[in-house]
């Protein structure tokens, strides 16, 4: 029996084509390997740099207040990762943690959250721009709040209470009214400062 030799070019082509495509999967195979092997030389020097740097600054904080081990310097690190990241170290920062009303807490953080979830990958200097723009509103209402609360001392009859002067004599009573109204006035600029250094805050992430 005779072999069609029309057949044998396009075996010849198959077998190589077979041996092309094994020859390209193990060269991608190649390259994955390289890459995962150079992936994790770049971590595990990142981790050894950052061993290296936490043993050099656990020497300028050894003995202090509870840092009495290299193990605690090094818990030390990883709460403050992990409070950085849920929102605690912020709030902290805020000052007067423990009267710190729970609602406005909790707008601050939600705020801080959606922010960065409206990141696809949000970096250490957009986290540090969000906490600025999360200051900076906190800052704004705050000095809001202290503006509508002289309101109600100088404008107390507008609020169905009696004048200052019929407290304090007239005398007393209008100066206190005209230092609260100058006082309300200077926070004002307070409240602009506040605004721009938030709106400042908020386009450096975009």
């Known amino acids: 029996m005779t072999q069609d030799n029309s057949e044998i070019p396009d075996e010849i ?16 195979e190649a390259r994955a390997a390289a890459h995962e092997e150079r992936v994790q030389t770049e971590l595990t020097a990142q981790f050894q740099k950052l061993k290296d740097e936490a043993r050099a600054i656990y020497g300028l904080v050894n003995g202090r207040r509870g840092v009495r081990r290299a193990e605690d310097w090094a818990k030390m690190l990883e709460k ?20 710190l009303d729970c609602e406005t807490v909790a707008v601050l953080l939600s705020l801080r959250q959606n922010l960065i979830g409206d990141l696809k990958s949000a970096s250490a200097a957009n986290i540090m721009m ?39 004599g007239a005398q007393v009573g209008d100066a206190l009214e005209e230092q609260l109204r100058r006082l309300a006035e200077v926070m004002m600029p307070l409240q602009d400062r506040a605004a721009r250094m938030m709106l400042r805050s908020l386009s450096a992430i975009g």
Do not use: M
């Not at 403050?80 to 009267?99: H, K, M, P, S, W």
């Open 130 to 168: 969000i906490d600025t723009a999360v200051i900076s509103y906190y800052n704004f209402i705050r000095v809001q709040g202290w503006i509508g609360n002289l309101s109600l001392v100088f404008e107390r009859e507008v609020f169905g209470q009696k004048p200052l002067n019929e407290f304090h």
């Open 13 to 28: 082509a198959t077998r190589s084509k077979a041996k092309s495509d094994l020859v390209e999967s193990d060269t991608d």
């Open 80 to 99: 403050a990762g992990d409070e950085i990241a849920n929102g605690r170290f912020i709030v902290r920062c805020l000052g007067a943690e423990r009267f």
